[in-house]
């Protein structure tokens, strides 16, 4: 068998005939285990230290989607984690998909069935946004692929980020399938860099939180705490911190607006440097406004093994006194710190954050 197109003719034609015959040493099972990911890797000279190439009809038995799958070693080595390319047959045998997937596995482990169903939906989307090149190329245009019923078939779906779909009554010819596949692997390339990390796990837990929890920009943050509704009852003690999400600038580490929010009603809407400080009534609270302050900053959140983003690191300030904390002189912006910090130290502990006054004043050196 010389090329791509060939071998999936022939697992089109005789798949559904050999699930009925033994799996055990079956030659269709061998061809597509061995023959056709060295097929694939001879037609467009895959490079074998960088990318690892598998083919499974199932493990034991018969798999209802069979898929011939390429991996970037950096990022996987297993469809069940990562994510990588994967042609895809689906169960009756008339379409296959070239496929930029995940593993569905992982989130079945992780959050189970259902919240993992979709945890990996909602990433498959963003992982999809992501990709600039997509705006460009007719791929963007496949956004769901159909492959049968089964819980694997279904995780595929869910997984699928971007591809191309191939019908066997309109099969390309073999220099289209070899175009794609290149142009694939572009992608799966593009992906792989704009992620900055290839830690699945880290990259699915930064994306599967909402948005909202990873705002950048100071005066969005403020309008979500002034208009959200937090928790009536948070818990005082050590809380375990979350991934963050990986950008050019580097690590964005979340923050939950609705904690912030119960900080600054926990100080009564007051300035915690000096309470008689004024400012001015909100639209939102019709309270007097007031802004939430990570008195260790957040960007220090990689030195502590619990989460900063609790209400016991986060003080209620006036924007005076908020915008002095950020841009002041150290000289003038010291005696805040240190109030701050004298008021706080106790329940910092509870939290299990751990510092000491000269260990903060130097972060804001910084």
Not at 16 to 21: G, H, I, M, P, V
Not at 180 to 209: Q, R, T
Not at 292 to 314: K, R
Not at 329 to 338: D, N, T, V, Y
Request: charged share 30%; hydrophobic share 35%; proline share 3%.
């Amino acid at each position: 068998m010389e090329n791509i197109r060939d071998c999936f003719i022939k697992i089109f034609d005789k798949y559904l005939q050999e699930k009925e015959a033994s799996f055990a040493k079956n030659p269709l099972g061998q061809f597509i285990r061995n023959e056709v990911p060295e097929v694939i890797k001879y037609k467009i000279d895959l490079d074998i230290n960088k990318y690892k190439i598998v083919g499974s009809c199932g493990q034991g038995g018969w798999a209802a989607v069979p898929w011939i799958a390429i991996f970037d070693r950096d990022i996987t080595e297993s469809a069940q984690g990562g994510y990588y390319l994967v042609y895809l047959f689906d169960e009756k045998m008339n379409r296959v998909y070239l496929s930029l997937n995940q593993g569905w596995t992982f989130y079945k482990k992780t959050f189970g069935k259902k919240e993992g169903s979709k945890n990996i939906e909602k990433v498959s989307k963003k992982l999809r946004d992501k990709l600039l090149i997509l705006k460009e190329r007719h791929y963007k245009n496949l956004t769901k692929i159909y492959l049968g019923n089964g819980d694997l078939a279904e995780g595929y779906e869910l997984g699928h980020i971007c591809g191309v779909e191939y019908n066997l009554q309109n099969l390309p010819n073999e220099n289209i399938f070899i175009n794609d596949l290149v142009n694939m692997l572009n992608i799966y390339l593009e992906l792989k860099h704009s992620l900055y990390i290839n830690d699945f796990e880290k990259i699915v837990n930064g994306y599967v939180l909402d948005d909202k929890y990873f705002i950048s920009d100071e005066n969005q943050l403020n309008f979500q705490i002034q208009e959200c509704i937090p928790e009536e009852n948070i818990k005082i003690e050590p809380k375990k911190r979350l991934s963050p999400r990986i950008s050019e600038r580097g690590k964005i580490w979340p923050r939950d607006p609705g904690i912030s929010k119960k900080a600054i009603i926990e100080a009564n809407f007051l300035c915690e440097y000096d309470s008689s400080h004024k400012s001015f009534t909100s639209e939102s609270s019709k309270r007097q406004y007031m802004e939430a302050h990570h008195l260790i900053p957040l960007n220090f959140q990689d030195e502590f093994e619990n989460s900063l983003d609790v209400i016991g690191n986060i003080v209620s300030l006036c924007p005076n006194c908020h915008r002095k904390i950020h841009y002041g002189i150290f000289k003038e912006k010291e005696q805040l710190i240190e109030k701050l910090y004298l008021d706080r130290k106790d329940i910092l502990n509870k939290f299990g954050i751990e510092i000491t006054l000269e260990e903060l004043k130097k972060k804001y050196k910084k």
